[in-house]
């Protein structure tokens, strides 16, 4: 849609969350600020398993703000048997596959009532340092340029670049799925560096911690951590003569168990934002002037 102004936009909010904790309490209070910018801003939350009362602070903001929707779901052993094909060198569940699962659910409680609203906002609650008013920023500075993904530039204390693990760009094809170590010793190096502000990056994927999406765009794809057939189609597809002659001299030809994991891993991110493009969703950016900071 074409918009001059955030207040003829419809948002929906979503995050997922597990222990919240004070950050979440502070993020969440922060981010129902954006209401009064928007002609219609809803949230949907996704929690399991908290201990830490971030269940009853999701119910009392539900019964206090209409538009405030929550999920809570206890995680059973039959459930996690599903969920965890994967383990660590050491023997602990894969965290990447519970993530996915977490947004490939919040993704399907979202769907039937998406089309309600323009563009969604996903976003890590666990931000240490943010100005919601960049949102609304980011929403101006690309009122005039057409895209289907916005991601923010998060960061590290020491102000670099954090996601490097959901960022792939013609410049950098390759994970640590086909980089293995190199990836973790070199690349992650090269990515996480201090962006200037006013710059705005074509990617094929990031998150960076918060992205803007169509909606169309968002819920036309699912998450997937896995080195799949769907993925490596994709992967192919990708012109990487951008790429260094060090990754290509350190990439296997086949994805590889990676970053500790038994298994070849990938950030979520990256096969969701691979399968939006083969949809025709392929403007991806990121804003370097939408600027938070996380605790590490």
Known sequence: MSYQSTNEIRLLVIGI???GGFLLKKNLHSLLKLRKNF?????????????????EFLKALSAKHEGFSFYSEKIDEK???????????????CRIELITYARNRLLDL??????????ILNIDLDILLQN????????LRFKEKDFDCVSGCGMTKWLRYRDAYAFRSNEFPYGPEFLNEYWWETTVHQIQKRYPRGLIIPVLSAFGGAAIYKTEAYISSIYNCHCDNAFLIEHEKIDKSKA???QSTHCSKEPVPNTFYTKPIICEHVPFHYKMSAKGFNKLFIDTNWRFIFKD
């Open 244 to 246: 260094s002659a060090d």
């Open 17 to 19: 969350t597990r222990n």
């Open 39 to 55: 002609k219609k801003c809803d949230f949907y939350i996704y929690e399991n398993d908290s201990t830490d009362g971030t269940t």
């Open 110 to 119: 979202i769907k039937p009532t998406a089309n309600n609203y323009d563009y």
């Open 79 to 93: 459930k996690r048997a599903e969920i965890f094909t994967t383990q660590t060198t050491d023997g602990k569940p």
């Open 132 to 139: 919601t008013k960049q949102i609304v920023k980011t929403f």
